[in-house]
C-alpha cells in the first residue's frame, strides 16, 4: 500500500465538504446546558481524548486510525475533576473513560476484579475500595453536572465536535481550559474520493491518495477561543524532533503550551513548552515504581496546569 499525501485545503472548505456527526446537535444541547449549570467563577476544562479514524470507504469496512488508547486523558479528566474542574470530555468512542478505566480495559484479565462465592458472584475484596471510591466520584460528578462526556469516531466527527464546543465555551473566556490530548489524524480522504462500497482486492494492490488535514489549531486559537487557555499536544518518536516541533507549534499557532511527549515513555515524562521557556522547557517525571504504585503522571502534570491557568485568569483580570 502507498500513500500519496499532498495538497492542502482550508479549515472551512474542510467544513463545507464533509458531514457532521449525527450527535452534533445533541453535544450542542448538552454543552449549552452544561456551561449555563457552572457558576460564574467555576473553571472548565475540554479535554480531547484518543485517536481519530480515517474511513477508506463511505460504508466503512476498513479504516486508518491514529495510536491512542486514551489513558492520558481519562486520568486527566478524573485529575482535573478533583481539582474542582467542569469537565467536558471528548473522546473516541471505545477508549477509556474516567472512573471506567481500570474495568473496561483491565490489564490483569477480563473481569479480574470479579470473583463467585457460594454461587455468588461479587466484586474482589482487594478491589472493593476502588471500585467504590470510582462509582461514587462518577455518579457525583454526573450528578452535580461536573463531567459531560461527548463521543466521536472519525476525524470528521471530531473536528465538527471541537469546533462546535469551542465556539460553545468561547464566550467565558480565560476560565476555560483546553487540553487536547487525542491523537488528530494529519491525513485524510476528502468524502467525494471515498469508494462508495468495500473497496475489492481483485485489481491487485491498493494505493492510497490522502489529502493533507488543514491546521485547526491555529482558528482555534485565533477565532474560535481566542481568549482561552490552550494546551495542545506534541507526540513524536524521534527525539531530535519533538523540541524543535513543540517550539515550532507555539511559534505558529501563539498559544499557551505545548506538551511533548515521546511515545515510549508518555508515561513517565512529559515536558511543558511554553514562550517563556521554549528553549528550558519544565519536565514532569515519574518513576516505575510510582507507576506500579498506581501513581500516574497525569495527577503532576494536572497540577502543574491548574497552576499555569489560575495565573493566567490572575493576569488577563489584572489586565481588565
Ligand atoms: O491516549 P494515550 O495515553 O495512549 O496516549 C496519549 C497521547 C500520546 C496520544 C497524548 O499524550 C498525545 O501526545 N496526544 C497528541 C498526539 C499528536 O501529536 O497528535
Not at 22 to 31: I, K, M, S
Not at 33 to 38: G, L, S, T, V
Not at 71 to 82: H, K
Not at 199 to 218: E, W, Y
Request: charged share 20%; with cysteine.
Amino acid at each position: 500500500m502507498a500513500l500519496d499525501m499532498r495538497r492542502v485545503i482550508d479549515p472551512d472548505t474542510y467544513f463545507d465538504h464533509n458531514s457532521p456527526p449525527t450527535n452534533l446537535g445533541w453535544a450542542h444541547d448538552e454543552v449549552d446546558k452544561f456551561i449555563k449549570a457552572q457558576s460564574p467563577d467555576q473553571r472548565i476544562v475540554l479535554v480531547t481524548s484518543g485517536g481519530t479514524t480515517v474511513p477508506l470507504e463511505n460504508n466503512t469496512v476498513r479504516f486508518v486510525d491514529n495510536f491512542s488508547a486514551g489513558t492520558r486523558g481519562s486520568c486527566s479528566a478524573e485529575q482535573f475533576l478533583a481539582m474542582g474542574y467542569a469537565v467536558i470530555f471528548l473522546y473516541r468512542e471505545q477508549s477509556l473513560q474516567p472512573f471506567n478505566r481500570n474495568y473496561s480495559h483491565n490489564t490483569k484479565g477480563v473481569l479480574s476484579f470479579l470473583e463467585r462465592t457460594n454461587g455468588q458472584i461479587r466484586i474482589k475484596p482487594e478491589w472493593e475500595e476502588k471500585m467504590g471510591q470510582d462509582l461514587d466520584n462518577y455518579q457525583k460528578y454526573t450528578q452535580e453536572n461536573k463531567l459531560l462526556m461527548v463521543n466521536f469516531t472519525t476525524l470528521s466527527d471530531y473536528l465538527f465536535l471541537l469546533r462546535e464546543v469551542s465556539l460553545l465555551v468561547a464566550s467565558l473566556g480565560p476560565r476555560v481550559m483546553f487540553y487536547l490530548a487525542a491523537a488528530v489524524s494529519d491525513f485524510f480522504i476528502p468524502s467525494h474520493s471515498l469508494s462508495e462500497h468495500k473497496i475489492q482486492s481483485a485489481t491487485g494492490d491498493l494505493t492510497l491518495h490522502m489529502n493533507q488535514v488543514p491546521k485547526f489549531l491555529r482558528p482555534l486559537v485565533k477565532n474560535w477561543a481566542p481568549l482561552c487557555f490552550i494546551v495542545s499536544f506534541k507526540l513524536e518518536t524521534d527525539p531530535e524532533l519533538l523540541g524543535p516541533k513543540a517550539r515550532h507549534a507555539l511559534e505558529k499557532y501563539g498559544h499557551q503550551v505545548v506538551i511533548a511527549n515521546m511515545l515510549h515513555t508518555r508515561k513517565f515524562q512529559v515536558w511543558l513548552f511554553t514562550k517563556e521557556e521554549a528553549m528550558r522547557p519544565a519536565v514532569i517525571q515519574i518513576s516505575q515504581d510510582d507507576l506500579d504504585a498506581g501513581r500516574d503522571i497525569e495527577q503532576d502534570l494536572v497540577e502543574e496546569l491548574a497552576r499555569r491557568h489560575q495565573q493566567y485568569i490572575s493576569s488577563t483580570l489584572q489586565q481588565d
